[in-house]
């Protein structure tokens, strides 16, 4: 019997029974590229250059996103990070702050990354500061927040320039539980096809997102007051945006958010949409007992793993990726190292840090990077390759 | 410390603290011809023209726009300025009022602009009447005031007419906020790629609109009263359109409008929805602190370069032009020439006035133009260039 | 200072100032053919056929259409107009009554036109019985009225049948204030363009028309009570509609209905709206001052042809046409040749007038043809051309 | 018994047996524009402008050509007619020449022809020089005389083009009798079809050409000395060319050189070839009877118009129109005016005459042209309309 | 009578006459830019940039073609021409020989020429050695120097290449008298078409060349001996070449070969093929009379540029220029002034020198192009504007 069935046949939730996670388990039933035929020899040789020619290398990744100014967040982003490490004529070089693309491409060029994300607007004016031999995912697509937002992302370059620019891969966005559902998985479906075509890798942004998620829409009482809602960072949302990811769409790379315990406010509600979904599907209720049975306990890092390995193992043929991690207490740099660890332990390939990293002085953010490296390329989380034409036999 | 981090930490405004703003920090920043490598060559010749060979020059750029007879504004711009200064003869070759295309031509021939904006309509019947080697911007799109507005530009234009009419550049308007944002930008992505490939200048003007900024939606109190807007004009609007206009997009040349102060009645909804960015992202809140404490207060010309700097360094690798400046007491001309002044300050390239212009009677209008001129191609404003073949060695 | 100075400075309305309109002036601004050098050869020669081959000349026009039946009015037209003057064998040739095609064309083979517009399915059906050589605008759009109307036209003709079937021009309608708006451009837009490349002459049917103009969404008080609306047929959204087909959109020849004195229950609702345009730009405030002081004020034959003039000189390289007049007491055959002196006084290039001609029997109907006629071609109207190739020298 | 079969039954030449040619019986079987049902609306429009509207009118029409020097002849048909009459300024206006482009339009303009041709690179430069009402045939062909010459023609433009310039039709030659015949005709015929669906009348110059007609090759005898040849102009050659041009091709208007007498030195080996034609089909045998007995004698007027009969009668439903005439003795005008006369009894519609007119200083050049009118104008050769919308009834 | 005619009825050759050439003449009848409305905008445009912004100005041209070592003569080029004042690491930036592209851009960077002619492969790597702002002729076909020689240019680049460079025409080169003749005028047809409607100037290089022209074919004598030819460069060809690319192909800007004397040992058979074709069309004789009576005599300075205008005049709404001149004594820089003045005195815009530039050290390159320029830019050679637009009036 397995753990989650122990946890249902029990009812017990997840903090009253014991852990017993092991890393080798989850990092055994991964994807490795020898066994991934399926590739096209052009998408796997791109995917090769991310996992074991940049980066921490051995099957693993640590990618370097930057297309927040350029859409979702804007540039408000920059003021935090002033850069005060620059001379003079540094600034003029490299720009004000570190959120500059003359900074992101210093971080990228040294960072040993395994690639960087960028928009189509960057890419054109600035891939010319970035080494060319680092892997770029060419951010296709980009959102605007806005009060009356769009709800899916308007795809703002093409593949032929994504080739034209030397990516290895390019990146979209689909929002599960967004209204405009269907034509947003027709046009992932569409790019990642023409993607394929071509041999770049795919990389699907898998962001549940929507009215019914992080809106107040449903989850009233019958007064209209707001009960909480079921929170798109929730272990139900990232676990079932990945599954569509991999197997509807056939993402090769899939960057999903780490799942988060529901906060006390949305359990409610939370429970309840559990609930009526296990009235259909009866296993569905391992959902709930996947929270700790009090809302404001913590987890613990084992708790936290299993929860994220089960993400992780909805794509048993796509490389899966978080794009940060529980809040943990801390140094930051510390906090980064922990949640990698956390991820990692639950058999991701790595994971994608932008403000973490480029949000620090230039100085500052490569220290961070190196040290995110180090947890990744533990031997633990090795995928070491045994085809002979991958070990040069 | 910046000044802006200085402001976040302490929690005071802009007025709170001193400000000593340097013209040749804000100009280094900026983006020089010889290092815009990404340009395709027909692209860096019509960026060239305007901006080193027509107008003030030495990468600085003043042009004239005359789209809004056609459009957005409608022909009742003409009532305002009626010719007087003109002989029965030409009336009959240049028109009856300063906002007659004839007149435009007239100011465009002789105003030393580094390039002048019209609509298709106005191309095909008048471009007959302007110098030719002045750089062109066919304006491809136009939208109509009318009650229930499109919230998105009819694309009325083709790139193939552009070149058949000898344009140096393509002239496109997108809505952040607007209610057809995702269409918005991929209509406006598609011209920008194929301008891009034939060689023409992409301008963009980003100028923030629709519900939720200009119209009265979920900026109300529980009781359904208004509390004010947004405002399109704000720094956070103005900032975030040049950025999406850069990063997404890769805009060559972006038109904003300028950054003006929250009106009184709007500083609550402004302050309310800086605040809820916040908290998702903690820098956002330096917009707060970027408004006077007082919403009545007046802001400095150092305080207003300030802000607009801000503006014009989110898009580092294109060229950002104002198309007004902050309303400032005296006499026109004068009011015009110290706008001008604070946006160059803040490092933009230049700036667009249309009515400013083309309202006065010619001869007057040539005059403001040559004010106008007289401020921007000030040494302090100049991009040099170093490259053997464009300073001929 | 011009007269609409005079208007807003002075705070009066159009009724309380005197007028002096001179004839030679407006007609003086008007385009010329030989000084419109953009237009291809082919419509320079279907223009040419237009205005100085057939019907009254000199550079004026009146044409004949017949696209109601077939689409916005339907065929109860036929009803009014039963023809008397038919022998037997005549009916079974020529039809019954006058809005029969077999009557229109012999309207059309005698009566001195310009040219004449009749829809696709007629233009199929019936070209045959017209004239070769006089020119026919094939209208390749239509509308029907119905309880839930498109508010834009059904493209239902092509430029290759035009060309087919002979054509000198094709024509097809724009409702500015249509909630399609933005398609209803961009379709007009590649139309005029297609119709360019074949030589074939554009003619705009310039309606204002829509959502706050003919139906009462937002002139309503805080009761929801009508309030009146602001007039399609307005001096401001004529003006607006022919300056769009203009200078946006380039037609060549642009039909406007003639600008309406407001009608006293829909005074206050353009009041306020004018208002409101002119806190954006203080000069609209004219089209306050363009309307008598008392709504209930009848204007003159100057006050006419002054707002009329406005409407034709928004389109300074364009012909103007009007498709009406003001209404005026009388004899309607005489109604119509004062309708139509105020309008060439105004500086128009000419009329189409439909149901006031084929809705008279066919006889009178050439007589009320010739009447008009002979006010268009009066000597003070005429567009004398003066390049050689023009004149014979 | 017809003629050409008491030519035959008797083996008796034209000169032997006597000759009574009616005018009236051969303008009675032409084709009349209101017969010519198959015509698309806008081919029958286009036909009408040249053979009602302008030039002679009542169904016949004289063309002015002027494709000779940008192709098959070269410029040095300038060297013969430099002008003499010209001033300073008209040199400036007009050109030095009468072969100069600028004297064509001069005598287009003035002329009184039913329309007139030039190639595509003179259409594009010039056609601003012409009255724009007076049909223009684009010569969509051209043809450069060299050692080595293609034997078919270059399709230097194009149907879209022709329509843009306004003309009235497309002009194209074949060559019967070239080696690329198969290619030849397909081209021919695919240009009429694109013609004739946007309206355009089809001219084909119908021109045999080729080896075995003006070079020396199947023609020798067993020595291989030259026997003479069957002559491009001969009755045969240009009787077959227009059958081909005609119902093979369906030209609406055909050019076709003049059928002259065969030379005595080709006599033999004309004999010879349509010997061997009248074996496989013996009606073939009048070709020889309808030369002269003596090919040293010269053919009455009357002879010459019955043979232009026949060639003119093998189109009964196209245009025919001659490029020229037998030679005759005398004053140049004199002759033109015989020549014309000639065709016109043989029921040509018309001729096209071009050194004979361009080639003289301009006066000269008009009053040639109102000679060859007044020709072709006579009652005898009207093609009277009778349908209602022709005559206006 | 006009000289030529003289010549033909005195069958007197042109040294035999005497010669009163009027350079204000031969200028007065030359295109201007204002007259020739039939351009493009943007073809306009480019031409005006040419012609009036850059190299001599005033309406005439100097250009640097730099076509030849990727093609037609190889690189043996750089064999003759070493760069000797260039220092060792000048030769490292900028080539050893002065037929390195480097050296070409030093040259046309500082050179002060109308434009500059570049293949396709050679603008792809070297285009941003040029200043922005020269105009580019993108040469957008070539061919190769080899035994069996092709006969017609190879299409080696893209009308949409030449945008995306930046270039302001394209170039072409046409054979008249070549094999592949038909196919040769097609390609050239379509090719500046697309060019007009993307408004780039089209410039044909109109080389007369072929079999009967440069090789032996039929210019035998009956035991087969070669009796000479007609010569490429003589009048009667590159007089014909000029008038093929006006008339039929409207090229806007033509380069022609200079028309040389023809060779004692050829002209035999040139008078021969005269006389063939005079035969047809009588005024061909005076190509005969155009070459001075005894071959050997060489042609004074008055001989060449009147029989250079007429090459000039074939082509009366093109820009005409030639790529060298007749072979004079004396220094080489003295040589090519001398030679530009006869050119500039027949009515030519300019000239378009090559080797005899850039086949010198760069200092010396730079000097030999000043004297040409002062030459060009003599007063007595300017095509003055006189339109309000170009003025500034």
């Keep these: 019997m397995t753990f989650i069935q122990t946890l249902m046949n029990s009812k017990k939730h997840i903090d009253?029974?014991?852990?017993?996670?092991?890393?080798?388990?989850?990092?055994?039933?991964?994807?490795?590229?020898?066994?991934?035929?399926f590739l096209e020899a052009g998408v796997e040789a791109n995917l090769y250059r991310m996992l074991y020619s940049h980066g921490p290398g051995n099957g693993t990744a640590?990618?370097?996103?930057?297309?927040?100014?350029s859409s979702e967040h804007?540039?408000?982003?920059?003021?935090?990070?002033?850069r005060d490490d620059a001379t003079a004529e540094e600034i003029n070089l490299k720009g004000k702050g570190s959120a500059d693309i003359r900074a992101i491409a210093e971080l990228v060029n040294s960072g040993n990354f395994s690639g960087y994300v960028l928009h189509p607007g960057n890419i054109r004016q600035s891939k010319h500061l970035f080494r060319p031999d680092i892997p770029l995912i060419y951010k296709i697509d980009g959102h605007i927040t806005q009060p009356l937002s769009a709800g899916i992302m308007s795809t703002a370059g093409t593949i032929e320039d994504a080739l034209k620019y030397g990516a290895s891969a390019i990146g979209l966005t689909i929002y599960p539980g967004g209204e405009h559902i269907k034509a947003d998985l027709e046009r992932a479906a569409e790019i990642i096809r023409e993607a394929h075509k071509v041999g770049l890798v795919a990389v699907v942004w898998a962001y549940?997102?929507?009215?019914?998620?992080?809106?107040?829409?449903?989850?009233?009482?019958?007064?209209?007051?707001?009960?909480?809602?079921?929170?798109?960072d929730s272990l139900y949302w990232t676990h079932y945006a990945v599954s569509i990811a991999s197997g509807l769409l056939g993402a090769d790379l899939i960057k999903t958010k780490y799942p988060l315990k529901i906060k006390p406010d949305n359990r409610r509600a939370y429970d309840a949409y559990i609930d009526s979904l296990a009235k259909k599907n009866s296993?569905?209720?391992?959902?709930?007992?996947?929270?700790?049975?009090?809302?404001?306990?913590?987890?613990?890092?084992?708790?936290e793993s299993l929860r994220a390995s089960l993400v992780v193992q909805a794509a048993p043929y796509s490389i899966v990726i978080f794009s940060g991690g529980p809040k943990l207490p801390g140094n930051p740099t510390e906090t980064l190292k922990k949640q990698t660890e956390i991820l990692m332990k639950a058999g991701a390939e790595g994971a994608i840090y932008g403000r973490n990293i480029w949000g620090l002085p230039v100085k500052e953010?490569?220290?961070?990077?190196?040290?995110?490296?180090?947890?990744?390329?533990?031997?633990?989380?090795?995928?070491?390759?045994?085809?002979p034409r991958f070990t040069g036999y």
């Design 74 to 82: 804007g540039p408000g982003h920059e003021f935090l990070w002033e």
């Design 62 to 69: 640590l990618f370097m996103p930057f297309d927040q100014k």
């Design 16 to 37: 009253e029974v014991d852990l017993d996670i092991s890393v080798a388990d989850n990092v055994a039933v991964r994807p490795r590229l020898e066994r991934m035929r």
């Design 208 to 232: 549940a997102r929507g009215p019914g998620l992080d809106e107040k829409i449903q989850l009233k009482d019958k007064n209209g007051e707001f009960q909480g809602m079921t929170q798109a």
């Design 365 to 387: 953010g490569l220290e961070t990077a190196r040290a995110v490296n180090d947890v990744i390329s533990m031997p633990e989380f090795h995928r070491k390759l045994t085809e």
């Design 283 to 303: 296993s569905m209720i391992a959902y709930k007992y996947l929270e700790p049975k009090d809302a404001e306990t913590a987890l613990t890092m084992e708790q």
